[in-house]
């Protein structure tokens, strides 16, 4: 997803992103091992639907990808088929954004607790 972003003038923006996801996976990753430096055999469910919600929204915004490739070739004829799978995927994308801001306060609310 991150390949679709900007293009060579915004390549300090694509930086930003490509690091902001490389701290959060080695993040995650650090935080999967266990007290003795193994590796923990499952995931929580919590961030497996995390992962499940992120995959979603990502094959929705590489669906829309395809349309213009899909109508160019005859294989949707409606142009609302177009409109709402666009709109689909926009309020996708609008929602995981609001809950990525949402993590990012709880976050900050809980690093402002003194201990």
């Known amino acids: 997803m991150v390949d679709r972003i900007g293009n060579s003038s915004n390549s300090l923006a694509r930086a930003a992103i490509e690091a902001a996801l490389k701290r959060q996976s080695d993040a995650v990753s650090s935080m999967k091992l266990g007290v003795d430096g193994t ?35 005859g294989r949707i004829q409606d142009l609302s088929e177009i409109a709402a799978q666009l709109k689909e995927s926009d309020l996708s994308l609008r929602f995981a954004l609001e809950v990525r801001n949402k993590f990012i306060d709880a976050y ?3 690093m402002r607790m003194s201990v």
């Open 108 to 110: 900050r609310e809980v």
């Open 39 to 73: 590796s923990s055999a499952k995931p929580s469910a919590f961030s497996q639907a995390l992962s499940d919600g992120l995959k979603a929204v990502d094959s929705e915004v590489r669906r829309v990808d395809d349309l213009p490739k899909d109508l160019a070739a």
